[in-house]
C-alpha cells in the first residue's frame, strides 16, 4: 500500500478557513486509512492507502463544509523532491526556501522571460523550487506564482516543512 501525503490549500492561515487537525485525522481513518498522522497545523497529512485528490476533496468538502483544494504525493515523491533540490548548498535559511506543489506540470512561459532578483526559481515536474532571500512576503516572485494559470491548484511549503514531511 503506497504511504500518501496530502497537502491541504489555504487552510488555517486565517480566522475562517479552521480545520483542526484531530479533524482531519479522524476523517482520513473514516475513510479507511491507516497510519494517518498530521504534521503541524498548515494541513499535512500522512497516511498509507490507495487514494485520490477527488476523494478527498469531496470528504473534506462534505465534513468542513468549505471547497478545500489537494495536491496528493506519494512519500517517495516527496524524497525525491528532497533529492533533486536546485539550490542545495546555496540556501541559508529554509524558511524562506519554497516548494510550490502543483497538480500538474506548470506553463512557465511569461515567468522565464522576468527578472525576479534577488529570488530565483526552478521548475523540476510538478514542483516549482523558489529561492527568496528576503522572504516571501514582498516577493515578486511568489506574487508572480500565485497567479491564476500557472496550473490548475498550487500549494506552499517552505524547505523546513518539506524536511519535516519526510522525517
Known amino acids: 500500500m503506497p504511504r500518501n501525503l496530502a497537502l491541504l490549500r489555504g487552510i488555517n492561515l ?87 506543489f502543483l497538480d500538474r506540470e506548470p506553463t512557465l512561459d511569461q515567468l522565464e522571460a522576468e527578472d525576479f532578483t534577488p529570488d530565483r526559481f526552478v521548475a523540476r515536474g510538478t514542483e516549482i523550487y523558489a529561492w527568496c532571500p528576503e522572504g516571501m512576503q514582498n516577493s515578486r516572485l511568489m506574487k508572480a506564482l500565485g497567479k491564476p494559470g500557472l496550473a490548475g491548484t498550487a500549494t506552499v511549503r517552505n524547505w523546513a516543512t518539506v524536511n519535516k514531511l519526510v522525517d
Open 14 to 100: 486565517g480566522s475562517k478557513r479552521r480545520v483542526a487537525m484531530a479533524d482531519l485525522r479522524a476523517l482520513l481513518e473514516e475513510l479507511g486509512y491507516t497510519d494517518v498522522r498530521t504534521v503541524l497545523a498548515s494541513g499535512n497529512a500522512i497516511f498509507t492507502g490507495r487514494t485520490s485528490r477527488s476523494t478527498l476533496e469531496r470528504a473534506l468538502q462534505q465534513r468542513f463544509d468549505m471547497q478545500i483544494d489537494v495536491v496528493l504525493r506519494t512519500m517517495d515523491e516527496l524524497r525525491a523532491v528532497i533529492a533533486n533540490d536546485p539550490f542545495k548548498g546555496e540556501v541559508d535559511d529554509p524558511t524562506r526556501y519554497l516548494v510550490v
